[in-house]
């Protein structure tokens, strides 16, 4: 069974930074493209970032400039680098891939690791 799971969550002040990271878990084939989505509350869930499998990025532009995502093909893993965090980055980040398995190819997500940003 094919797992995302996240950590790095938290909170932190205005200005600061944090690290979210995603691995994935389970039997499959490969990872193609992965990506971190948002959802604050009373709004949908937003994209903030996306990387292919040759980690070229893809950036909100609410977030340009001050997230930075990567990946660690080896370790099946996602990060995504948030500095000078501002209060409305507030949500819950989620973490998503899509997946390739011997029965399928579909997007898989992560249940989601809260950041709070306040003072």
């Known amino acids: 069974q094919v797992q995302l799971v996240e950590s790095g969550g938290g909170l932190v002040q205005p200005g600061g930074s944090l690290r979210l990271s995603c691995a994935a878990s389970g039997v499959f084939f490969s990872i193609a493209a992965m990506g971190w989505y948002r959802q604050a509350p009373g709004k949908e869930r937003e994209l903030v970032a996306t990387i292919t499998s040759g980690s070229s990025p893809n950036y909100a532009d609410s977030v340009k400039d001050r997230f930075t995502i990567s990946r660690d093909n080896a370790k099946n893993t996602v990060y995504l680098h948030m500095n000078s965090l501002k209060p409305e980055d507030t949500a819950v980040y989620y973490c998503?891939?899509?997946?390739?398995?011997?029965?399928?190819?579909?997007?898989?997500w992560g249940q989601g690791t809260q950041v709070t940003v306040s003072s």
């Open positions: 998503n891939a899509l997946i390739t398995t011997w029965s399928s190819s579909r997007a898989y």
